[in-house]
């Protein structure tokens, strides 16, 4: 039990090793030696849990929906469709681990399974629309699974306005207005008006008791 307790330690420390790395670098200029020599690991370690940095690149991929909490269920299914997005947008600021497995997802790098992360985020997105869809909280022309291939793809382009635009916005802005746009065509105006879509929404969900590991 105790060397598995450390080996579950060394390859958490070598995968947020190299989200750091890839953070800073991106995947092309991210070199092993780099990562080895922040997690202060031999090769031989990091190949006994790892086969490459094509295998970290997509480790670093994967974390992306499964390290993220799912919020708590909320009585109206469509504040919960916000507290997703939101709620995100405040762990990017916070979290290198996803900050570098969204970085990863928008590189032309063939040899990694970029389409992963949008799978899982518009699959998770749809299931909340067409629940909130059955309960009639959205407009009768929405199609929950349309929907949300536009809002993981919407989300997507403000982060990446985000952060290439110099002086940097605020993300958990940008990503509030982004919400009060797409929510005007998406919900009926009874339920719209009772929307928390306040930029500081996503730190009072992180806080909520009761968050619960991702499952997909």
């Not at 790395?21 to 070199?31: C, I, L, P, Q, S």
């Not at 799912?70 to 600021?93: H, I, N, W």
């Not at 797409?182 to 879509?197: E, F, K, R, W």
Request: with cysteine; glycine share 6%.
């Amino acid at each position: 039990m105790v060397k598995q307790d450390r080996a579950i330690r060394t390859r958490r420390a070598i995968l947020e090793a190299a989200a750091a790395v890839f953070d800073e670098k991106g995947y092309r200029a991210a070199k092993l030696s780099d990562i080895l020599e922040r997690v202060n690991l031999t090769k031989g370690a990091l190949y006994f849990h790892f086969s490459g940095k094509e295998a970290l690149a997509n480790a670093v991929l994967d974390a992306q929906v499964s390290e993220t909490p799912v919020p708590c269920a909320q009585a109206c299914k469509m504040q919960e469709y916000v507290d997703m997005g939101l709620l995100f947008a405040r762990l990017l600021v916070s979290d290198p681990l996803l900050r570098a497995s969204v970085r990863l997802s928008l590189e032309q790098v063939p040899e990694i399974n970029r389409n992963s992360p949008y799978e899982q985020w518009v699959g998770r997105t749809t299931r909340v629309l067409t629940e909130a869809k059955e309960r009639g909280e959205v407009l009768l022309h929405v199609d929950p699974e349309e929907t949300a291939r536009i809002t993981v793809g919407a989300f997507s382009g403000v982060n990446s306005m985000v952060s290439t635009m110099v002086p940097r916005l605020d993300l958990e802005r940008e990503v509030s207005v982004l919400y009060r746009h797409l929510l005007a065509g998406i919900v009926v105006p009874s339920v719209l008006m009772h929307l928390d879509v306040d930029p500081g929404r996503g730190a009072r969900v992180l806080a909520e008791a009761g968050l619960k590991p991702a499952s997909l």
